[in-house]
T-cell receptor, first 113, second 112 residues
Framework: EAGVVQSPRYKIIEKKQPVAFWCNPI?????LYWYLQNLGQGPELLIR????????DSQLPKDRFSAERLKGVDSTLKIQPAELGDSAVYLC???????????FGPGTRLTVL | AQSVTQLGSHVSVSEGALVLLRCNYS??????LFWYVQYPNQGLQLLLK??????LVKGINGFEAEFKKSETSFHLTKPSAHMSDAAEYFC??????????FGSGTKLNVKP
């Protein structure tokens, strides 16, 4: 069984540039999470999807971050424009239902110069 | 609201020694508790979880944790450390599975 796939694995951009991250969850998993992990910290939830509906986006900085999960399968997280403080690892996770185990992807390491 | 405190950002043990990673939580509702492991450049992997029932939970790779409500703790242990256990470990709490709160992590170093 394939795990959670994320791309790219690494991204380096100049500040004020846009950037997008892609996540393909495990097949059949209805719940999808995007987390932000700063250096030396644990993951922090940005947004949670149930199928195609964003059921919790309270921690997503909506002035510059956006996300979508069309057709309730793969998802894209976008930052526009990126700031220096956005340098971090962006993790995607999925589960069959919210009460089930979350499976994490390897993450995208973003560096903003 | 829920929160997690992991005592010790770095723990170093010798191979074959006891591993003890500490986790204390705060929760206004009965908690669900988790331990995850993260190897370099990889995502988090679930080691074990406590939801209800038996307070001593056994996980993968010989790890176990005990839920102690009176101490609001969920410490992770392993009787004998192996070199392959070197990684970063995260404790997490959830009140209703809608949101997970992670600790800041403990990096485990295993000396030969």
């Amino acid at each position: 069984e394939a795990g959670v796939v994320q791309s790219p694995r690494y991204k380096i951009i100049e500040k004020k540039q846009p950037v997008a991250f892609w996540c393909n969850p495990i097949s059949g998993h209805n719940t999808l999470y995007w987390y932000l992990q700063n250096l030396g910290q644990g993951p922090e939830l940005l947004i949670r999807y149930e199928n195609e509906e964003a059921v919790d986006d309270s921690q997503l900085p909506k002035d510059r971050f956006s996300a979508e999960r069309l057709k309730g399968v793969d998802s894209t997280l976008k930052i526009q424009p990126a700031e220096l403080g956005d340098s971090a690892v962006y993790l995607c996770a999925s589960s069959y239902v919210p009460t089930d185990t979350q499976y994490f992807g390897p993450g995208t390491r973003l560096t903003v110069l | 609201a829920q929160s997690v405190t992991q005592l010790g950002s770095h723990v170093s043990v010798s191979e074959g020694a006891l591993v003890l990673l500490r986790c204390n939580y705060s929760s206004s509702v009965p908690p669900y508790l988790f331990w995850y492991v993260q190897y370099p450049n990889q995502g988090l992997q679930l080691l074990l979880k406590y939801t209800t029932g038996a307070t001593l939970v056994k996980g993968i790779n010989g790890f176990e944790a005990e839920f102690k409500k009176s101490e609001t703790s969920f410490h992770l242990t392993k009787p004998s450390a192996h070199m392959s256990d070197a990684a970063e470990y995260f404790c997490a709490v959830s009140g209703n599975f809608n949101k997970f709160y992670f600790g800041s992590g403990t990096k485990l170093n295993v000396k030969p």
